[in-house]
Every structure is written in C-alpha cells, then in structure tokens.
C-alpha cells in the first residue's frame, strides 16, 4: 500500500528558483492538502482540494501555487523560492465525512532555500 | 479568526509518568477535533473527537472533548520512551496547534 507518496524527501533551491513538490496518493480520496511545518509553529495550511478541478487557498498561500487534474495528484509550485520558505512540506489525503477529515500525511519534503 | 492553543509546549518526564496535554480551540464552525503523533517523520492519527463527554481509549492513550469550555486533553499513563513525539492537535478545517514536544526519559 503506498498511501501518500511525496518526491523529492529533500530539495536545495537558490532565491528566486521555481520548482514542482509532489504529491500522490492511492487510496481514492477527494480531499488533498498541503502543509509547511516549521519549529514551534505546528503544521499551517498551505492549499487544499476539495476534489478534481476545485482548490482554495489555506492559512499561508502566498508564494505557492496547485492544482488538481486528477484525484490522485496534487502538486505545489513554488513561484520564486525565498529563504522564508525553507520548511517542511508535508502532503496529506483523506475521505471526507461530515464529521470531519481524518487525514493520511505524506513522509515530507524537508526545503532549504539558500 | 480560528485558533487553536495547545499546552504545554514541551514536556519532559520519566518513563511511568502520566501526563495531560491541552489542547483549546476557537473555531467558527467545529465538527470535530483530531489528535496526531508524530515522531520522526509524518504525523499519525490517533484520535477524533465528536461529542463532548465521550472518552476515546487506545492502550495507555486515551482523550476527552468538551464543547462547552472548548477543550480536549490526551492523556498518556505509564509512559514509555517510545511515547516521545510531538502530539498535534487539530480542529475545524485543518487548523492545527503548534504541538506539543513529549520527551519520555528512562
């Protein structure tokens, strides 16, 4: 079972760079998400998708972009990379019931943008 | 603005210890509160709280929810070293706290 797959685990940018983090997962589910986890600061809300062609902006957006073509894909595009977005990424999934989402992370992207 | 506090940030104490973690929301539209363990790599999911009252149990885990003062807490008895982790809690539309650090000593 591979769950929620994410390439590359590690990725060194200069400022000022663009590049795609992926994002996969196996396991049907409409909702997707994308977090940064930096010290002290829990996991924040990058983008997220409700399903196929619907995305929306979470708590930190600027600087990134998505999209979702398929269910199983969920990429983040970093613009222009700048040091202050030198984190950890994690990718998340998962089914959506009313109760709420119980989510399935990824294994990270650990970014340094020098 | 959704908020969710977690406390105490870091946490240490001795294999047997119980502990009690907090978590305190304010969320526009709850429908329900989620625990994570994470350790070295992706959070894992260990809990989701719906009703208040309601005591969900996992072995030496267990946490309780009240929506009327807006608090959960975890409670983790006769700790081990391998319970150390940051724990997360998240409310609403995937808003988390900022964890709190457990370190567990022999």
């Known amino acids: 079972n591979a769950g929620v797959t994410q390439t590359p685990k590690f990725q060194v940018l200069k400022t000022g760079q663009s590049m795609t983090l992926q994002c996969a997962q196996d396991?049907?589910?409409?909702?997707m998400s994308w977090y940064r986890q930096d010290p002290g600061m829990g996991l924040r809300l990058i983008h997220y998708?409700?399903?196929?062609?619907?995305?929306d902006q979470g708590e930190v957006p600027n600087g990134y972009n998505v999209s979702r073509s398929t269910t199983e894909d969920f990429p983040l595009r970093l613009l222009s990379a700048a040091p202050s977005q030198t984190s950890v990424y994690f990718c998340?999934?998962?089914?959506?019931?009313?109760?709420?989402?119980?989510?399935?992370f990824g294994p990270g992207t650990r970014l340094t943008v020098l | 603005e959704d908020k969710v506090v977690q406390s105490p940030l870091s946490l240490v104490v001795h294999e047997g210890d119980t502990v009690t973690l907090n978590c305190s929301y304010e969320?526009?539209?709850?429908?329900?509160l989620l625990w994570y363990k994470q350790e070295k790599k992706a959070p894992t999911f260990l809990f989701m709280l719906?009703?208040?009252?309601i005591e969900k149990k996992s072995g030496r885990l267990s946490s309780i929810l009240d929506k009327k003062e807006l608090f959960s807490i975890l409670n983790i008895t006769a700790t081990q070293t391998g319970d150390s982790a940051i724990y997360l809690c998240?409310?609403?539309?995937?808003?988390f706290g900022a964890g709190t650090r457990l370190t567990v000593k022999p």
């Open positions: 998340a999934s998962s089914a959506r019931d009313r109760l709420g989402y119980t989510q399935y």
């Open positions: 396991m049907n589910h409409e909702y």
């Open positions: 998708s409700v399903g196929a062609g619907i995305t």
């Open positions: 969320v526009t539209n709850f429908r329900s």
């Open positions: 719906t009703s208040s009252g």
């Open positions: 998240a409310v609403g539309d995937m808003r």
